[in-house]
């Protein structure tokens, strides 16, 4: 089975109002079939493909490297504006970016310049991180084990790796072996070809919502990884961080933008298909003023999560900016409040959506349940009470967030 059209050229994009336009004119197009991939688990194969030739995958290459170096801000408006039309599509490249931040904070120059230089070229990133039937998520039993004259052996199994099955390289979160610790070593990560041999991406994933997404399984078994392909994940959380912050607001622009599409279709549906109560005594179900007042309500919600999304944004490119403790706290504490918002905007609106549409939004042939099932999906990605913990015993007592990848 062909995964992808042939490769096509990248256009290059160079400013944020570039970017925001191409990502509106591709959400649009999105938007259009999101219902029928969703309904018949079309992989968008092509969609992908078309996100690469835009050259909005390449946008955070820094600007000593020829990239645009577009700020965090900019680049979650173009996550929310992509959800919007389909948070599936929207969400494999995820990795993608927060990899690319990995290689910019933790690269040589010589690795720089390689990945940076496939990035331009259109080439995409996924992910092989987390890992099924560990006891939590920072449990990684996947390993690099030294077989001599600079080069590894690496093995493991991965789940939830989205992005992987349509991805050029795949970067894997392994314990580094030593004599000292086998297995339990220092977390690096390795950078592997997707068709390297020893390397098999399975498209089992099967939730009720993303589900175009591909999050699938991928199975290394003694990949051969050169020393030059490897990069140091633990040192990361040794100082301040934006790491962490920068994956996570990705993430809330994914539901934010989720939130906006069933804001819109709800609207849509009420003035163009709904029927009126008879108690309402008006003519068209927009009219009803219950109608109105819950739209109007989900409007404030969803407004304030765009606000909320933006605020973040600026935080964590403030931080970077002038990184310190304080400010990487900070950055973590803003992500933890727009995370906490809006996962549960999200959930309520995709699900109100019904309440204000009436029964015939129900149909199953109108697929409209698709924006929650995405949104009750993906926001189970990250617990969103402990973003509240974080947030609520920094206001007690001024305890700073914890220094690690999911805040």
Not at 5 to 31: F, G, N, Q
Not at 368 to 381: D, K, P, V
Request: hydrophobic share 45%.
């Amino acid at each position: 089975m062909t995964l992808a059209p042939a490769r096509t050229t990248t256009v290059p994009i160079l400013s944020a109002d570039d970017a925001l336009e191409v990502a509106t004119r591709i959400a649009t197009d999105l938007a259009a079939t999101s219902a029928e991939r969703d309904r018949d688990r079309v992989l968008p194969a092509r969609e992908v493909e078309g996100l690469s030739a835009s050259g909005l995958l390449a946008v955070t290459v820094p600007a000593e490297h020829g990239g645009a170096d577009l700020p965090v801000e900019t680049l979650v408006e173009i996550f929310r504006i992509l959800a919007t039309g389909d948070p599936s599509v929207a969400q494999v490249p995820h990795s993608h970016f927060v990899y690319v931040n990995a290689m910019r904070h933790q690269g040589t120059p010589e690795q720089q310049a390689f990945f940076f230089g496939e990035v331009l070229a259109g080439k995409r990133f996924g992910n092989a991180q987390s890992e099924t039937g560990t006891r939590h998520v920072r449990d990684i039993r996947t390993t690099l084990t030294p077989v001599g004259q600079g080069r590894w052996a690496l093995t493991g199994t991965k789940g939830y790796s989205t992005g992987a099955l349509f991805a050029d390289w795949i970067p894997v979160l392994a314990h580094k072996d030593t004599l000292a610790a086998p297995g339990a070593g220092p977390l690096h990560v390795a950078w592997v070809e997707r068709h390297a041999p020893g390397v098999t991406v399975t498209d089992d994933w099967n939730g009720m919502g993303q589900r175009t997404t591909a999050s699938g399984t991928v199975h290394l078994v003694d990949v051969d990884v050169r020393e030059d392909r490897i990069t140091p994940y633990h040192l990361t959380f040794e100082g301040p961080q934006t790491y962490g912050a920068f994956a996570q607001v990705l993430h809330a622009g994914l539901d934010v933008g989720i939130a906006r599409a069933a804001l819109l279709e709800a609207a849509d549906f009420v003035r163009t298909t709904s029927r009126p109560y008879p108690d309402a005594a008006v003519e068209r179900a927009a009219d009803d003023p219950l109608v109105v007042q819950a739209l109007g309500q989900m409007e404030v919600d969803v407004r304030a999560a765009e606000a909320l999304l933006r605020e973040a944004g600026r935080a964590v490119d403030g931080a970077n900016a002038r990184l310190t403790a304080e400010s990487a706290a900070e950055a973590s504490l803003a992500v933890a409040a727009i995370r906490a918002l809006s996962a549960r905007v999200a959930v309520e609106v995709s699900s109100r959506l019904f309440e204000v549409a009436g029964t015939r939004s129900a149909l199953d042939s109108l697929n409209l349940h698709r924006h929650w099932r995405n949104a009750r999906t993906h926001t189970l990605h990250d617990p969103a009470a402990w973003k509240v913990q974080h947030l609520g015993r920094h206001v007690v007592d001024g305890t700073p967030p914890p220094n690690h990848g999911q805040l």
